[in-house]
């Protein structure tokens, strides 16, 4: 026997979550389903378990600089890599509980707990029962990548779902990927003491395309741990239970394997041909950002099931678009936000608005400041780093920005307002820059660009002259 519902959500990550707190509003005839661990891939193994195991690598640090500060004992410090990922796991089952008190724990009929497949477009199975809805939204979320041969190297190759279920830190580990996660977790781990070697078949890591600030990233993170760029990695037995990683010429012997290449869609379990679904080259359906709908079909797909946008913010804002549709006689299209990026490494790596390699580079000015001697920077110990502005040619509009800097989560946020809001350099650079702080390094750049321009005669009334 069919059960019917309005709308059915699979998948209660966080995008499904965001897309339910949409569709109860318009509708008590709803279901979501999962089959399965609860408690979002962000505070399970991903934004918060990382963060934490980052801040933990950033206080032990800080000790290297104690000699030049006076401060004496430093090198006396050392690292329990036990109650390290203790500390780690302890905060990470304190978000989940979370996450889970103000979403499924309380959820009565509503909540199915199960693997769904279509049967067609309007109808799943879920374990014996069958729920057919008018719409469905598809927030099944992605799977860590593992090439098949490496599986076979057991709990001694990890990915995000393993590695902070460790009960100790290995001594050694290789990172195969450098993209956010890669350089988040293995420059944390290399500072509390486990000997990590970086691998990349790219050229450029951090998902850094802007070369100035490519090769400065490079340069910085690679005096924590070497960094071995342009060649694949392959991994084969050493003996004694490790592994020996190769890259090129070059080879590692390791007590384990971090692999952080991407990650997949769970999609091909949903049987998504007999709703009508054709999967891309990229192994997802073509849908509207806008919407969220996939082609005409009476479904829509959110969160990092999509492969597009895989951020938190990004998910929810997927969600509560899919949400609000899947409940709605007629979709509504949305303008998406200015993107905006951040990779926690030390210094954090922030891509805001337009992407360098998505620039008309005739028709675009960039400004760009060192931060090797901005006054709060030298203070802190932490004055490396670089600040890239990208400004409409004709008319001074702010297109975006790479940053390589401490702290460079708050520049980035307060660059992707600016660039949200279509502001111009202009408009900017009448701001109040307070002293000493970090955000001064925006100044600089915001004047450079002036002085490349001739905004200022006959764009702009005189009121805007620039002081």
Same mark, same amino acid.
């Given at each position: 026997m069919e059960e019917k519902v309005d709308v059915a959500i699979i998948g209660a990550g966080s995008a499904g979550l965001y897309a339910l707190a949409q569709v109860v509003r318009t509708t008590d005839s709803y279901v979501l389903i999962d089959g399965g661990e609860l408690g979002t891939t962000c505070a399970r193994v991903g934004c918060m378990p990382s963060k934490a195991l980052i801040q933990v690598a950033e206080d032990f640090h800080r000790r290297k600089l104690f000699p030049r500060e006076g401060i004496e004992g430093g090198d006396g410090l050392t690292v329990?890599?036990?109650?390290?990922?203790?500390?780690?796991?302890? *905060?990470?089952?304190?978000?989940?509980?979370?996450?889970?008190s103000t979403s499924t724990d309380d959820m009565g009929d509503e909540f199915i707990e199960g693997h769904a497949r279509f049967?067609?477009?309007?109808?799943?199975?879920?374990?014996?029962?069958?729920?057919?809805?008018?719409?469905?939204?598809?927030?099944?979320? %992605? %799977?860590?990548?593992?090439?098949?041969? =490496?599986?076979?190297?057991?709990?001694?190759?990890?990915?995000?779902?393993?590695?902070?279920?460790?009960?100790?830190l290995p001594q050694s580990l290789a990172v195969i990927g450098l993209g956010v996660i890669g350089l988040e977790l293995g420059q944390a781990l290399q500072r509390l003491g486990v000997e990590i070697t970086g691998i990349d078949q790219l050229e450029t890591i951090g998902n850094i395309d802007d070369p100035d600030v490519n090769a400065l990233a490079q340069? *910085?993170?690679?005096?924590?741990?070497?960094? =071995? *760029?342009?060649?694949?990695?392959?991994?084969e037995e050493a003996g004694d239970g490790r592994l020996k990683v190769?890259?090129?010429?070059? %080879?590692?012997?390791?007590?384990?394997? *971090?692999?952080?290449?991407?990650?997949?869609?769970?999609?091909?379990?949903?049987?998504?041909?007999?709703?009508?679904i054709t999967l891309n080259a990229g192994g997802v359906p073509d849908f509207d950002p806008t919407t969220m709908q996939i082609g005409e079909l009476p479904l829509f797909i959110a969160g990092d099931v999509t492969m597009d946008r895989q951020l938190l913010h990004e998910a929810a804002d997927e969600g509560r678009i899919a949400g609000i549709n $899947? $409940? $709605?006689?007629?979709?509504?299209?949305?303008?998406?936000?200015?993107?905006?990026?951040?990779?926690? %490494?030390?210094?954090?790596?922030?891509?805001v608005g337009k992407r360098y390699s998505e620039l008309d580079l005739d028709n675009t000015l960039i400004g760009s400041v060192s931060l090797g001697m901005l006054g709060r920077a030298l203070i802190m110990g932490r004055n490396k780093g670089m600040l890239r502005l990208y400004a409409d040619k004709a008319h001074g509009r702010l297109l975006g920005a790479s940053i390589l800097a401490p702290h460079g989560e708050h520049l980035g946020h307060l660059l992707n307002w600016c660039t949200e809001q279509r502001l111009t350099i202009l408009q900017m650079v009448r701001m109040p820059f307070y002293h000493p702080v970090l955000e001064e390094a925006i100044q600089p750049v915001l004047r450079d660009l002036v002085r490349q321009s001739d905004w200022h005669t006959g764009l702009y009334p005189p009121d805007l002259e620039v002081l």
């Open positions: 329990s890599g036990g109650d390290v990922m203790e500390h780690v796991q302890g *905060l990470r089952d304190i978000f989940v509980d979370k996450v889970l049967l067609d477009r309007n109808l799943l199975q879920v374990g014996e029962r069958r729920i057919r809805a008018k719409r469905i939204v598809i927030a099944t979320g %992605s %799977s860590p990548i593992v090439p098949g041969g =490496w599986k076979a190297f057991g709990d001694r190759v990890l990915t995000t779902d393993e590695i902070f279920e460790l009960e100790e340069q *910085l993170i690679g005096k924590d741990m070497p960094l =071995w *760029l342009g060649h694949p990695a392959s991994i190769s890259a090129g010429e070059r %080879s590692v012997t390791v007590d384990k394997v *971090l692999v952080a290449i991407g990650r997949a869609p769970n999609l091909s379990g949903l049987d998504p041909d007999k709703a009508g $899947a $409940a $709605a006689d007629k979709p509504v299209a949305f303008r998406r936000k200015t993107p905006l990026t951040i990779t926690f %490494s030390d210094p954090n790596i922030v891509m």
